[in-house]
């Protein structure tokens, strides 16, 4: 079992830059995968990036690939998504989720966190 609480969003104008953060809890954590999605009311929920927690394995997605960067900081158990230039059409509720290495099934998720881009 895997515990995720997400931190960092906020309203921000065109341009600005935001890091979120996702602290991960539970004796299991190093066997899991993390990884963003976010949603907004007029979209289906869409992946943003992943990593794993064991040797350096990430994927960012083509919609956000060269202004989003996934890592993690093993000594406490976070991962954080930086995103950088960020547009109005980037507004969501970001989600941390975790799914067990080798599997497809996003099973454990957080409670979300507002990121708004706005002037």
């Known amino acids: 079992q895997v515990t995720l609480v997400e931190s960092g969003g906020g309203l921000v104008q065109p341009g600005s830059s935001l890091r979120l953060s996702c602290a991960a809890s539970g004796r299991t954590v190093s066997n899991y995968v993390l990884g963003w999605f976010r949603q907004n009311p007029e979209k289906e929920r869409e992946f943003v990036a992943a990593i794993a927690w064991g040797p350096t394995s990430s994927t960012v997605a083509d919609s956000v690939k060269g202004r989003f960067s996934i890592s993690r900081d093993l000594r406490v158990n976070i991962v954080y998504l930086q995103m950088n230039n960020l547009k109005p059409e980037d507004t969501a509720v970001y989600y941390c989720?975790?799914?067990?290495?080798?599997?497809?099934?996003?099973?454990?998720w957080g409670q979300g966190t507002q990121v708004t881009v706005a002037s």
């Open positions: 989720a975790a799914k067990f290495r080798g599997t497809d099934s996003w099973n454990h």
